[in-house]
């Protein structure tokens, strides 16, 4: 994200390049972040792909990452085995999102979401107001807010 609003500002607004490299680098956070609570909180109906995707798929995401520092031995040995399991069940994988969401994983995943897009808002404080400027802030929100 960073890269394409660099390449952007090189279209007609060079003096804002480190900006818009910030907003972008700050907004591609966001959306990652974003997607990872999604994998945790939407039903498959509303993503197009099963809840507890990445969990299957043995990624190390954020809300597990952060979930991990307060896990109780058990926790830990539980999530350790579903990484273990070539190909996890619902149960392990519910199991082991249940834990996440219990350890303050969502909560702090949504805390770094939050503080990245108040770094995409500060760079374009200095940018001139203008309908790209409005539509940047705009998307900030759209990622924020997504839900698929």
């Known amino acids: 994200m960073s890269a394409a609003c660099r390449v952007g500002a ?7 390049a480190d900006a ?11 959306f990652q972040i974003t997607d990872d609570l999604i994998d945790f909180t ?8 099963p809840s507890g995707l990445d969990l299957r798929e043995h990624k190390v995401t954020l809300p597990l990452i952060a979930a991990l520092r ?4 058990p926790e830990r040995a539980r999530a350790a085995a579903l990484f273990d399991t070539p190909e996890p069940d619902d149960d392990d994988v519910a199991e082991v999102a249940e834990i ?18 108040e770094r ?5 404080v200095d940018l001139p107001s203008t309908p790209a400027r409005d539509a ?9 807010e997504r839900h698929a």
């Open 20 to 30: 818009l490299g910030r907003y972008g680098d700050a907004l591609g956070m966001v």
């Open 120 to 124: 995409a808002r500060s760079a374009l």
């Open 136 to 144: 940047l802030g705009a998307a900030i929100l759209y990622v924020m």
């Open 42 to 49: 939407e039903a498959s109906e509303t993503t197009g792909k």
């Open 70 to 73: 307060s896990m109780t031995a």
């Open 100 to 117: 996440v969401v219990a350890r303050g994983g969502l909560d702090y995943a949504r805390s770094c979401a939050a503080e990245y897009a």
């Open 10 to 16: 090189m279209c007609g607004a060079s003096a804002h």
